[in-house]
C-alpha cells in the first residue's frame, strides 16, 4: 500500500532478458535511500509495486514478468532511465496523498505540456473504457505519483483526455521532468472510486 508520494527518482544501470521477464538494477539518486529496506521488500517503481530481489550497497535489482510488463510502461524502460521510488505506507505515518495499491490500471500517453510562469500543465490521454473512474478534482495516480485531475478536457467513445497542474516540488523530485508528449504512463484510479463502481454494476445486474 502507498500514498502516491513519490520519495525519489532511480536510474536505471542494468538490464537482463530473463526468459520472458525483466531484471532490473536501479540507483536511487539519494544516497541513503535504501537504508532501511531489505530483501524481499516491496517498493513501487512508476507506481507499480515490485518486490526488491537484491540490494548492494545503494542499488537494488527487482525482476518484472511478462504480465506485469504488458500492462505498465516498464517495458518502456531504457538503460538510463528514470523512475519514480515509493516505499511502503507505514500505518503510522502521515497520508499525504491518497490510497494507491500500486495495481496499475491502464497505460495513457502525454498528449502535451505547456510550461506556465510558475507550474506546468500535463495533458494525458487514455481508454474511454475507464470514463468512470475519474471525476472534476478527484484523484489520479500517474507514474506513482498521487495527482488532482484538474480538468477532464475532452471524452470521445475512444479515448479522454484531462488536465493535470504540476507544481515545481513535483517536476523536480519525479520523472515528470523528463516526459515528452508521446510517452506512455502508468495509471491508477482511485480505489475507493472502483469500489464504488463496482457496488453500482452488481445492483444494475440485480
Known sequence: MFTGIVTDMGKILKMQTVGDSIKFTVKPTIKNYLKNVKKGSSIAINGACMTITDKRGN??????????LKKTNLGDLKIGSYVNL????????????HIVQGHVDTTGYVEKIIKLKDSWEYYFTFSSAFKDNIIYVGSIAIN?????????????????????AIIPHTWKVTNFRY??????????????????????????VK
Open 86 to 97: 515509493e516505499k511502503p505506507m507505514q500505518i503510522n505515518a502521515t497520508i499525504d496523498g
Open 144 to 164: 506513482g505519483v498521487s495527482l488532482t485531475i484538474a480538468q477532464i478536457v475532452k471524452e470521445t467513445k475512444k479515448d479522454i483526455l484531462i488536465k493535470i
Open 179 to 204: 516526459m515528452k508528449p508521446g510517452d506512455r504512463v502508468n495509471i491508477e484510479f482511485d480505489m475507493l472510486g472502483k469500489f464504488v463502481k463496482r457496488i453500482i454494476e452488481n445492483l444494475r
Open 59 to 68: 542499488t537494488f535489482e527487482f525482476t518484472t514478468v511478462n504480465e506485469s
